[in-house]
């Protein structure tokens, strides 16, 4: 999201600065999924307790939605 950012002349210092302004260029509608996403993926380092493994697994179809939306709203076709 930050190279596409950028390929539009926009700059952003964090992931959630991104998200926001993705979601501005309204190339995604919920920053906040992606906000949980996130914290989800800071979870992967330190996943030694089942409940945060099953957590994790369990956003994986909100994730490909969310995934499919940015895809389709930037217009690329899948291969």
Do not use: C
């Not at 390929?7 to 952003?12: A, H, I, M, N, T």
């Not at 089942?50 to 995934?67: D, K, T, V, W």
Request: charged share 30%; net charge neutral.
């Amino acid at each position: 999201m930050k190279r596409i950012l950028e390929k539009r002349g926009l700059e952003v210092q964090s992931p959630r600065e991104a998200f926001r302004e993705v979601a501005r260029n309204r190339l995604i509608s919920n920053p906040e999924q992606w906000f949980i996403f996130l914290e989800k993926r800071n979870l992967t380092s330190h996943t030694y307790k089942e409940e945060n493994a099953q957590s994790i697994i369990n956003i994986f179809g909100s994730f490909s939605e969310s995934l499919d939306e940015l895809v389709a709203n930037l217009g690329i076709t899948a291969a």
